[in-house]
């Protein structure tokens, strides 16, 4: 979390940027306030708009917003965080961890069989040095740019920016001593630290190391336990089994897995994760099943409660990082919005003093918006709503309020389809684009799987010399021909654009392409299939054979089932979103201020849940198993709420007495 004082500070002020350098802004102005009416006010009123844009940004992807904002820095900031330049960065990581695959000793060949692989290809020496030279020229950059823009002061506080450096420093000199040594040097120490490069770049795993680190001292606990554990029934089994005859089971499972120390450790290492289970009981177990007791405890204690009570040590420290991680992001992207605020306010100033709460002009944050790096369909959500406030002030909770857009889900609007003027293309057009159409298609292609498993079963047992596919090929064809025309169905009745926007649609036309030019490449070269009918094999794989393997991908159509089953459990489930008021009923004794001829039923502490909905006539009804009269004024002033809890005494013959406002109802 952000420091408590800092946030009493103006966010663009020398102090709150870490001070010195020109960090923020020149010497003696806290950054835009005040735009003064001169010969540098235009110049002043476009850092202001350049810093709005780029607080915007870091709000949006989540960035902090602690960096220089000074005109030329924003200009470099800008170019850094371009899509261009982070996808040269990413490329550059991806060669750099390439380069192990063709380096000495490089493991590029046909076949990883010693017996019948050739010599590998070697790279002339200076070839992928030149290459990785090119790479760390690239990080070298990459660090400098993010020095300069944190500050020194930030950087000395950055223990990654400091570990990249030292990585650099010493790749460099690395590389220096394989030229020198014509790149015969026996141990290359940089290659050891290319992934540093992916972690570095990498939020994500910079998150999971850090809750690495933080987990280790609870983790440590259950790791000192399962040690232990794991030593006292080395021990224990180095002693039990002490046969000496060979033929006897106490020999060879002493023989086998407890010869010595380190073998008897790495056999219950192993016996840990199951990996060698029942084998390492199998020799003792053969001389009496009493031993196999002895296995059958470690398993439970060690793999079925302290690997279990590990797993949810981690688990839970990754979930609490993940709400930590999740709050830490809310907040960059409060500050960031709160930061264009604060500098959009500095432009709404007249005459030198600064309009502190006025608020923003819509027509600026408009602007700003423009020269934003957003997707279309945020930025057009938010330019609507942004024209509803015509020429008025925006307030800072407005502004707010303003990028909630981020956080809504887009819903694409799909292209019209086609108009037809026939009654006939109408209807055909209304049939061919209903969901019963794909579950007609989903239950075709079901049953070309079926026809492909049942010929596999019945030809397990004949050799592919003596197959006959004449029935099976004639079934590929038919199941094709339909794969066509569904697909030309659907463009007929969605048109080629609204038949693209799905992407099941572009996978099912895209397969259908590729089976129809196998299978006419197959009947042009074995001709139609008649009863005999067996392809001969050409090569790795024949055209029949590659037919079918890709007529196998078929299956993934039916990963379009997934959503319909979803939106159908969601349908079934009742609806929550009207606003409700949550009912704990209890069980208990008989307040004081009923009659005392009511008698109170005793019994264990039961928790029931009710819910009540808002009806079309505004007043709160009952639903579910709700009693009648139930405080509906009490309930009504919370309902805006949507998750108020009201908790009632529940007494004899129905009554009922609301805790919270002492209200009884019968």
Not at 120 to 132: F, M, N, R, V
Not at 496 to 503: A, H, K, M, S, T
């Amino acid at each position: 979390m952000a420091d408590p004082g800092a946030e009493s500070e103006p966010l663009l002020s020398g102090a709150r940027g870490g001070g010195g350098g020109g960090r923020d802004c020149p010497a003696g102005s806290p950054g835009c306030r005040g735009v003064p009416v001169g010969p540098g006010a235009e110049a002043r009123r476009a850092l202001c708009f350049d810093q709005a844009v780029v607080f915007i940004e870091d709000a949006i992807q989540y960035r902090s917003i602690h960096h220089r904002v000074d005109s030329s820095s924003l200009r470099l900031y800008r170019w850094y965080y371009s899509d261009a330049c982070q996808w040269i960065l990413s490329l550059t990581i991806f060669l750099i961890l390439f380069l192990a695959f063709i380096e000495t000793p490089s493991s590029l060949t046909r076949t990883a069989d010693v017996r019948y692989r050739s010599a590998p290809w070697q790279p002339p020496c200076g070839l992928t040095e030149s290459i990785e030279l090119l790479c760390l020229l690239v990080f070298v950059a990459d660090v400098s740019v993010k020095s300069y823009l944190v500050g020194w002061a930030e950087f000395w506080k950055n223990l990654w920016l400091q570990a990249y450096l030292l990585v650099l420093v010493v790749s460099l000199l690395d590389w220096t001593v394989s030229l020198s040594l014509v790149c015969q040097e026996p141990l290359r120490v940089r290659r050891l630290l290319r992934p540093f490069f992916l972690m570095q770049n990498s939020s994500m795993m910079k998150k999971t190391l850090k809750c690495i680190r933080r987990s280790l001292p609870e983790m440590a606990s259950v790791l000192l336990l399962l040690a232990l554990h794991l030593c006292l029934f080395t021990m224990f089994g180095m002693l039990l089994f002490t046969g000496e005859k060979k033929d006897d089971g106490q020999a060879q499972e002493r023989l086998t897995y407890f010869r010595n120390l380190p073998e008897a450790l790495t056999s219950l290492l192993v016996l840990l994760t199951t990996a060698n289970n029942p084998d390492v009981m199998i020799p003792a177990y053969s001389k009496h099943r009493a031993y196999a007791i002895f296995f059958v405890v470690f398993t439970l204690i060690g793999s079925l409660f302290l690997m279990n009570l590990l797993t949810a040590i981690i688990y839970n420290q990754f979930r609490g990082y993940l709400m930590k991680s999740l709050q830490t992001s809310l907040l960059r992207r409060r500050l960031g919005t709160w930061a264009a605020y604060q500098v959009l306010c500095s432009l709404s100033a007249e005459g030198g003093a600064a309009a502190q709460g006025v608020g923003v002009k819509a027509q600026d944050v408009l602007q700003v918006l423009h020269k934003v790096q957003l997707a279309g369909s945020h930025k057009q959500a938010i330019v609507e709503k942004l024209r509803s406030y015509g020429g008025d002030m925006m307030s800072a909770d407005e502004f707010q309020k303003l990028f909630h857009e981020f956080d809504k889900r887009v819903i694409k609007q799909h292209p019209p389809r086609p108009e037809y003027r026939s009654p006939f293309l109408r209807s055909a057009q209304f049939l061919f684009s209903h969901r019963y159409f794909d579950y007609l298609g989903n239950l075709v292609a079901l049953g070309n799987l079926v026809s492909i498993c049942v010929f596999l079963v019945r030809d397990a047992d004949v050799l592919p010399g003596d197959r006959d596919d004449f029935v099976l090929g004639i079934l590929n064809c038919i199941f094709i021909l339909y794969y066509l025309l569904e697909m030309l169905l659907k463009l007929f009745a969605l048109g080629l654009r609204g038949y693209l926007v799905f992407l099941s649609n572009v996978f099912d036309g895209l397969l259908t392409i590729v089976l129809l030019v196998l299978e006419i490449s197959t009947l042009a070269v074995y001709r139609f299939p008649h009863p005999g009918w067996k392809p001969e094999m050409l090569g790795l794989l024949s055209l029949w054979d590659m037919t079918r393997l890709v007529n196998m991908l078929i299956v993934f159509r039916f990963l379009r089932i997934i959503p319909s089953m979803k939106n159908f459990q969601e349908k079934r489930k009742p609806r929550t979103s009207d606003p409700f008021l949550s009912v704990q009923v209890l069980p208990c004794a008989r307040p004081s201020f009923l009659p005392s001829r009511a008698p109170v039923p005793l019994g264990p502490p039961v928790t029931q849940q009710y819910f009540l909905s808002e009806d079309s006539s505004g007043v709160l009804g009952a639903r579910g198993l709700l009693p009648r009269g139930l405080c509906a004024r009490h309930a009504h002033a919370h309902v805006t709420v949507y998750a108020y809890t009201c908790t009632y005494t529940h007494a004899h013959n129905h009554t009922y007495v609301c805790r919270t406002c002492n209200h009884i109802s019968t």
